[in-house]
């Protein structure tokens, strides 16, 4: 294995990438509360913490980097290709950019992003009339900003498995899962039987478990607000 010239080092592409996912990610969320902005922070941190690695330094690629060159000889894993370790280790002979885990994961980000854009728009419009919001995402899931994140931050890890995100990302889908659970909690307390009877029909994370059911009135409730 010859190794010419390393593919980390470049910060300014660290600090561009997560500014722009970061903003990009921001514009369709839009945090008011504290509790907004302590999910969206996390998720900013798994960002820079991702883009840090792929782009800055290659942690994970240092302390795997005996057991890799042993395990798979030939391969430069300073080089930008190789730090797509599930692409590499599979062994698929093809430019990781376009492997399946790559392009599956695109498809995860573009989704992720998509259902954040459609959540928030049918969330504003709810807000802006003080209206429980029952349509688009939030008419198959209670918690369409959350999913959007994790489906966001799975599609990464495919992309570029670090062992840093490797150990956030459980740990933010048990603060995202304990943050839905709080709002729940005040969404019952603030509006009651419109709330609990969303919540009976529409599952929180999961859209092809739900269990539907048709309203007394033959209409979702439109009353108050959703998170």
């Known amino acids: 294995m010859s190794h010419t010239e390393s593919a980390y080092g470049l910060w300014s592409l660290v600090i561009i990438n997560s500014l722009v996912f970061i903003l990009f990610a921001f514009s369709f969320t839009r945090p008011k509360t504290r509790r907004d902005w302590r999910s969206f922070g996390m998720f900013s941190a798994f960002l820079v913490a991702l883009f840090t ?77 003080g209206q429980l919001a029952v349509d688009g995402p939030y008419a198959r899931i209670r918690h369409p900003q959350y999913v959007g994140f994790v489906l966001i931050m799975f599609g990464f890890l495919l992309q570029w498995p670090t062992l840093i ?34 919540r009976e029909r529409t599952q929180a994370f999961l859209p092809w478990s739900a269990r539907r059911s048709p309203s007394p009135t033959g209409a979702p409730p439109n009353s108050g607000k959703q998170p």
């Open 53 to 129: 690695e792929m782009y800055g330094f290659p942690l994970t690629i240092y302390l795997l980097m005996s057991w890799l060159a042993r395990n798979f000889p030939g391969i430069d894993f300073l080089s930008h290709d190789a730090g797509h370790l599930l692409e590499t280790l599979m062994g698929w002979k093809v430019n990781p950019h376009w492997g399946p885990f790559h392009i599956f994961s695109n498809l995860l980000i573009a989704g992720g992003f998509w259902l954040l854009a459609a959540a928030w728009r049918v969330l504003y419009e709810a807000q802006g009339t």
């Open 165 to 198: 995100t490797l150990v956030m990302f459980p740990i933010l889908l048990l603060v995202y899962i304990k943050l839905a659970k709080r709002e729940e909690q005040e969404m019952l307390a603030r509006f009651g039987d419109a709330y609990r009877t969303y």
